[in-house]
């Protein structure tokens, strides 16, 4: 049995129109953002290319963008990039260890039908994840394993993957005060 979330009831406010992905890129490029964010629309793969001039990005956010691994290299080689949200990426376990490389990662919130329970062990590496949600992946109980591995994981949110309670239980007895989450909810023990 599982417990609601810790979903925000309160409505969104009204935010102003997204800039194009181009102007929040020369934004980032001249040291005016840390940040692109592009819900609206599908950035193009040449697109992502220019990625690689944006060495002061720290956040990046594509809701509609199938990101594949040569883009996932661009965004493995910069260096303050910290949070990742690519939630219909389209890479494989080689894009996510491009991504896995990145010496500042904090927080990787990715969905990908490419991920395989091997490729997650490209995760443990990395010092300063803290946070991670996998969705929309076909990964199972064994990707558990390297989950696990990742001492500096505080927070574990996986949706609509194959993983199983019982998997999550076991998760849970090597480490007790990892907070998860699972498809939209709490695990029993795991509501604060």
Do not use: W
């Not at 594509?62 to 990426?89: H, I, K, Y």
Request: proline content about 8%; charged content about 20%; aromatic content about 4%.
């Amino acid at each position: 049995m599982f417990i609601a979330g810790c979903g925000d009831s309160n409505p969104p406010s009204e935010l102003p129109p997204e800039l194009s992905f181009r102007e929040q890129l020369r934004q980032v490029i001249a040291g005016e953002s840390d940040s692109i964010e592009v819900s609206d629309r599908t950035v193009s793969p040449a697109e992502l290319q220019l990625l690689s001039r944006a060495t002061q990005l720290q956040r990046i956010r594509l809701d509609q963008t199938p990101l594949a691994d040569p883009a996932a290299a661009v965004l493995g080689a910069l260096p303050e990039l910290q949070f990742v949200n690519l939630p219909q990426a389209d890479i494989t376990d080689a894009g996510l260890a491009e991504i896995a490389k990145l010496p500042q990662l904090t927080q990787l919130r990715i969905g990908s039908p490419h991920l395989t329970d091997a490729g997650i062990a490209a995760l443990r590496d990395n010092p300063s994840l803290r946070f991670l949600h996998l969705l929309q992946t076909p990964l199972t109980d064994a990707a558990l394993e390297h989950i696990a591995e990742i001492n500096s994981l505080e927070s574990f949110y996986l949706d609509q993957t194959n993983i199983t309670e019982p998997g999550l239980a076991k998760l849970i007895e090597r480490r007790p005060q990892l907070h998860v989450h699972f498809d939209d909810s709490h695990l029993p023990g795991q509501e604060h």
